[in-house]
């Protein structure tokens, strides 16, 4: 019994270890029929709310089909789906990342641009710094916080300073529009250049002014279907009512313009 | 300008005072728990007892009575503690430990090397002067840490029992240069073993929980024990009681005659004791008659070794022991659990006043 | 593998052989990873990349904020491990439990806890801001937050050697007329050395690796704020190889700066 016991915990202990490579994530990629299933959706974290009203439209409409989702940057999805994570669709927040993923082969489909993003300031609240437009960023002593240029919407964000031509000087590039929106919400940054739908998430918390330079870099936002999803049918079904009207709706009410 | 130490301390039931006049050295002896490292503790500034002052050479080291609050710390009291590990600092050659202290007191560093190699030279360790206390042998070690201990100058010198973790090759080489160095040095000497009192010092104080019971020249505490553990430690049979004509009656009705040593006579029903030794003692399985003479039946506790006799040592409250040749023993029949009788004949019972 | 022949060199262990067995797992779990990266790193471009302005200003940063980080621990974690490890007060094992809670707090909620602290509208920040002292997004504020969190592993480890050294070599050095901070730096630090350098290269290593707080409360801008672990964390989205290669760079600094101080803890007495 004893040495049993032993040998069971180290078999376990191996099992675990090895089962880490193949088992991925462990979301069960179960489902064959379209009207069955999970479909698991890996979409940019800005697209947290759409989404997930979406799912619950899409659930109504298909039922028997669980549809779960993993929010993350867009790079970072990419690197899992490249590393064998299961996803079914995938809906990036730039074209750039899409593109890895098509270079890399992994798309069933041929990726569908669904909504748009520009870029708004987002003050604290009461706008302590006095922001008004997107000259009053190059103001000298003004905290500004940025996108780092290697993520989206840091990369708008240097469009639109070489458009314009009027260079930036943030205080802090960061990693993506959550750490952005955390500095300015905690005041510790007078303005932040994030999304207009970011702004629009964060409620009371921050102010938003829309400024028109943000015209010259428009986010495009791609969907695509997985290479080798089991759930083809159902993907390409999510992806329609994405792109289709009712999706167009759900994503207008929250900021997103038209592709 | 002597020293003088007197301290309470609740929490332990500590109360002793003690005065050591210049050049003198008091060996502090004790049963365990009995507060011989308390003293120390209190006099060097290591432990605060709840009440008590302490004066040396005219200095306040410590007083702490209801009003006034004085307390030199240890580094301002010209107290040196050599302890029974030495304790030498690891990181420092024996010439830089035993130059600790002139250092610290500011002494330039060539200067206090030069100091610190007449006191290695002093105490037989100029040639390991480089070494690290890691190379030393428990008893270099412990000579170094006199060496450092004397080159702080101290008013008075703390040796809590300096020779008790040597082993028995070293321990009679450092008494012997703790004697060259304690003369004319006012010190305090924690020990367990009668030899370092009766070499090293002037006076012995007995403490027993926490009060000194005794105190006197040591020749004369040990010839004329009034505690049992002084007793104990110049090994002669104690009993306590009451004076009576001819002796001395012992709480359990029993007397033990005796002769009194003092010729000053003491008034009968005062405390008393009666000292003799155990070599006196003889064993018999029959009580015997005739004067004068003390006999009392005992159960013997157990036998033991003691040099080329058998020590007999009797159950009881008494604590007696009997000193018989071995083959007496085995005529005897002597085993533990057997009913014996004791007798010592009066002219070998000291009696006096307790 | 050599770790198995010294064993069975050795003749006895004493170990079953289990526990041998998922001792190799418990090694593996570590060193696999660590193979994985120097694996897949991109050797004809490794050079250029780690070479980059981007990724020298950021293992300069680096290097900088955590020897500054580092002094700053020594500065102040020396006192506070005597304090706790030689005194006695009210609220001691509380105290105490508080200075260790950096190691087990998240890094990001003591990067929210500096910013409350430390920013603009934080305990200290208006204070400070009156002064002229803006921390927020500056170097110190790098340097802030690899304090925090690397101060409890040299607390916890002088205090550990404190401890263990016990006060009696302290008192004798008192009786021998010693003042206390004679005492100090003669006899208690070279006691503690060893204890001592092995808390200070934690407190660097934990330096060198900070990232969470330093996110959060020190921001991320090329060569004030942005730290290799951070330039790590950014390359990731744009370019991975970079990513890899630099993680390469962190890890050779950690294992050097480690090598060192365990080769020779007792040397350099104070």
């Known amino acids: 019994m004893k040495p049993l016991a032993k040998a069971a915990a180290v078999v376990l202990l191996l099992a675990a270890l090895t089962g880490c490579g193949s088992a991925g994530t462990g979301v069960p990629a179960s489902g064959k029929n379209d009207d069955g299933g999970t479909l698991t959706v890996f979409a940019a974290a800005s697209l947290r709310s759409t989404f997930i009203e979406l799912a619950e439209r899409f659930e109504a409409k298909h039922p028997g089909v669980d549809v779960r989702f993993s929010f993350a940057g867009s790079s970072d999805l990419v690197s899992q789906i490249s590393q064998g994570a299961p996803a079914d669709v995938f809906a990036a927040a730039d074209t750039a990342t899409m593109t890895r993923l098509q270079d890399a082969q992994l798309t069933e489909s041929a990726p569908v641009a669904f909504a748009t993003n520009t870029l708004a300031i987002a003050v604290p609240p009461g706008n302590p710094a006095e922001v008004q437009s997107y000259s009053d960023l190059a103001r000298p002593g003004l905290k500004l916080v940025a996108c780092a240029a290697q993520v989206p919407c840091g990369a708008a964000a240097k469009k639109i300073a070489t458009e314009t031509g009027m260079a930036l000087a943030p205080v802090s590039e960061e990693n993506s529009v959550t750490d952005v929106l955390g500095k300015v919400i905690s005041g510790e940054a007078d303005a932040g250049l994030v999304y207009a739908t970011d702004i629009r998430t964060a409620g009371e918390k921050v102010e938003g002014i829309d400024f028109p330079e943000s015209a010259g870099a428009v986010n495009s936002y791609p969907i695509a279907a997985v290479k080798g999803t089991p759930n083809k049918a159902a993907a390409d079904a999510f992806i329609a009512l994405a792109t289709g009207a009712q999706g167009r709706q759900v994503l207008a009410d929250a900021g997103f313009g038209q592709p | 300008m002597t020293f003088s130490v007197e301290a309470k301390i609740r929490d332990r039931d500590f109360d002793v005072q003690l005065a050591v006049a210049p050049g003198e050295t008091v060996a502090v002896m004790g049963p365990n728990g009995a507060g011989k490292s308390s003293l120390l503790g209190v006099i060097a500034g290591l432990l605060k007892p709840d009440s008590g002052s302490a004066e040396s050479n005219g200095r306040t080291l410590f007083r702490l009575d209801g009003g006034t609050h004085r307390w030199e710390p240890p580094h301002r009291r010209g107290t040196v503690l050599l302890a029974q590990e030495p304790l030498l600092f690891p990181h420092l050659s024996a010439l830089e430990n035993a130059a600790f202290a002139p250092r610290s007191a500011g002494v330039p560093a060539a200067k206090a090397r030069e100091v610190a190699g007449q006191w290695l030279a002093a105490v037989d360790m100029a040639d390991l002067a480089g070494r690290k206390p890691g190379e030393l042998s428990g008893g270099q070690a412990q000579r170094v840490a006199v060496a450092r201990a004397l080159a702080a100058d101290p008013d008075l010198l703390l040796l809590d029992e300096p020779l008790a973790a040597l082993d028995i090759t070293s321990a009679p080489l450092l008494r012997r240069l703790l004697k060259k160095v304690l003369a004319g040095r006012r010190a305090i000497i924690v020990t367990h073993d009668v030899l370092d009192a009766l070499m090293l010092a002037d006076r012995v104080v007995i403490l027993d929980a926490g009060r000194i019971v005794e105190a006197g020249p040591v020749r004369e505490v040990l010839g004329q024990p009034r505690s049992r553990f002084a007793a104990g430690l110049s090994g002669v049979n104690f009993v306590t009681g009451t004076l009576t004509t001819s002796g001395v009656r012992a709480p359990d009705g029993f007397e033990f005659h005796g002769h009194q040593d003092l010729a000053a006579a003491t008034e009968t029903g005062a405390d008393g004791v009666a000292v003799f030794p155990p070599s006196a003692v003889s064993v018999f399985l029959e009580p015997a008659h005739g004067s004068p003479r003390n006999s009392f039946p005992v159960t013997v506790a157990h036998l033991e070794p003691h040099g080329d006799q058998i020590r007999v040592r009797a159950a009881g409250g008494h604590q007696l022991a009997a000193d018989v040749t071995p083959q007496a023993t085995a005529e005897l029949g002597l085993v533990p659990g057997m009913r014996v009788y004791f007798v010592v004949k009066a002219g070998a019972v000291s009696v006096y006043p307790a | ?270």
């Open chain 3, 1 to 270: 593998m050599s770790a198995i022949r010294a064993a069975r060199n050795a003749g006895y262990t004493g170990i079953p052989r289990w526990v041998l067995a998922v001792a190799v797992v418990a090694a593996a779990l570590i060193v696999l990873p660590l193979v994985a990266i120097i694996a897949r790193v991109d050797w004809p471009r490794f050079l250029p990349l780690v070479t980059s302005p981007e990724s020298l200003d950021a293992l300069g940063l680096s290097l900088r904020t955590s020897t500054a980080s580092t002094f700053l621990c020594l500065v102040l974690g020396v006192p506070l491990a005597l304090v706790l490890a030689r005194s006695q007060f009210r609220g001691q094992r509380l105290l105490r439990a508080l200075v260790l809670l950096p190691l087990v707090l998240p890094p990001v909620v003591g990067g929210l806890a500096l910013l409350y602290t430390f920013g603009r509208q934080g305990l200290l920040g208006s204070t400070l801001s009156v002064l002229g002292i803006q921390i927020a997004f500056s170097t110190a504020a790098v340097v802030i937050a690899q304090t925090f969190v690397a101060l409890p592993f040299l607390v916890v480890s002088l205090e550990g050697a404190l401890r263990t050294a016990g006060s009696r070599y302290e008192a004798v050095a008192a009786t021998l007329g010693a003042r206390p901070w004679t005492v100090l730096r003669r006899v208690t630090l070279p006691l503690v050395l060893p204890g001592l350098a092995s808390g200070a290269v934690l407190s660097f290593a934990r330096s060198l690796g900070e990232f969470g707080a330093t996110l959060t409360f020190a921001g991320s801008l090329q060569g004030v704020t942005r730290t290799l672990p951070l330039e790590i964390y950014l390359q990731r989205e744009a370019d991975p190889d970079a990513a890899v290669a630099l993680s390469l760079v962190l890890l050779l600094v950690a294992v050097t700066v480690v090598a060192i101080a365990y080769r020779s803890p007792q040397r350099g007495a104070a």
